[in-house]
């Protein structure tokens, strides 16, 4: 029998049919559980709760931490599994000074994780949108926060405009050639329709190795919630409530997250910003932050094995060090 097409302005299609371990397979859980473990009796903030695992294993190894889950998505938090010591909230970690303080929660806290990217259960829900091997409404939309679905912009957005998020937020080098026969074919209402419609662009060589639409469907969706804008936001925000000696443990999949937080580290561990050449430091700067992994850690060969979503997987760690 087929099932009715959810309503692809609804984020309500898949809410608590999935149990917590089965939701979003945490990823290098024992590295996260190691480098917070300074914050084994504070606050730890899990900014991107997903499926719970790594806030339930926080709490199952430091049994007087309190774990504060923020999720954009609704459908996350209603499939928790509730703990005395686990407190939910939705919204963007972007804001998360106002969450903490609208909460009635500490304001200042010992540990942040954020995971970054997309859960297993968004992208394995074909009414999320998400997914370009399964058929479904063009949404993407992670949260009740994000004003437009993935719908919306390739049905209105013009071709430079396409072409920009296929290659700022894909990296995608037939951008132009994806986008003019977006604008050609459209209007799109499937993932399906545009995922035929990417791959019909693509010289067919490029079809050969990994799905044509990866990257397209990948920018779209960086696109529709403002991923990288929110995670610049959200480690300046994560920063200002560290307290000393608090770790920030942040895990990305692709190089453009990477590359902003590798920035972002380095900026607040940097101790002058002085332009080169001086000959004494005038700036009088001093840093936020030390580095405690000077290289990104990646999983092992193991974990990726038994979960080959972790492939991509890039963690770093820094450690607040100034009030």
């Known amino acids: 029998m087929d099932q009715p097409t959810p309503n692809p ?24 559980l190691a480098y917070l473990a300074p914050a084994a009796e504070g606050w730890i903030v899990d900014g991107t709760f997903g499926g719970g695992g ?9 049994p007087l931490a309190h774990v504060v889950g923020i999720d954009r998505d609704p459908d996350a938090l209603g499939q928790a599994t509730r703990h005395p010591r686990l407190h939910l ?17 500490p304001q200042v806290v010992d540990g942040i994780l954020l995971d970054l990217g997309v859960s297993s259960h968004q992208l394995d829900v074909p009414s ?18 994000a004003d437009r679905t993935a719908a919306d912009i390739v049905n ?13 937020y894909g990296e995608e080098r037939f951008a132009h050639r994806i986008a003019t026969a977006i604008v050609s074919d ?3 209402s499937s993932t399906t329709q545009l995922a035929r419609c990417v791959a019909e662009a693509v010289p067919a060589a490029a079809r050969r190795s990994r799905h044509p639409a990866r990257k397209t469907f990948q920018a779209l969706r960086i696109a529709v919630n ?21 770790r920030f443990v942040v895990m990305a999949y692709h190089s ?19 332009p080169p050449g001086l000959p004494t430091c005038v700036c009088g700067a001093s840093p936020d932050l030390t580095l405690i992994t000077r290289k990104p850690v990646r999983p092992s060969a193991a974990e990726i094995a038994a979960n080959p979503r972790a492939r991509s997987a890039v963690l770093r760690v820094a450690e607040r060090i100034t009030p």
Request: negative net charge; proline residues 4%; contains cysteine.
């Open 156 to 168: 209105g957005a013009s071709v430079d405009d396409l072409t920009h998020i296929l290659r700022s």
């Open 256 to 274: 453009l997250e990477d590359r902003i937080v590798k920035r972002s580290f380095a900026d607040h561990a940097r101790t002058c910003t002085c």
């Open 89 to 105: 909230i939705e919204g963007n970690v972007r804001n998360l000074p106002d969450l903490l303080a609208g909460g009635g929660l």
């Open 128 to 145: 999320r949108g998400f997914s370009y091997r399964e058929d479904g409404p063009l949404d993407m939309r992670m949260g009740r926060d």
């Open 9 to 32: 302005h609804s984020l309500e299609g898949s809410r608590g049919k999935a149990a917590a371990p089965s939701y979003h397979e945490p990823v290098m859980l024992d590295d996260v």
């Open 54 to 62: 790594h806030s339930h294993a926080l709490l199952d190894r430091f």
């Open 186 to 188: 459209r209007p799109f």
């Open 226 to 246: 403002d991923e990288l804008g929110s995670l610049s936001d959200a480690l300046a925000a994560g920063i200002s409530c560290l307290d000393v000696g608090g």
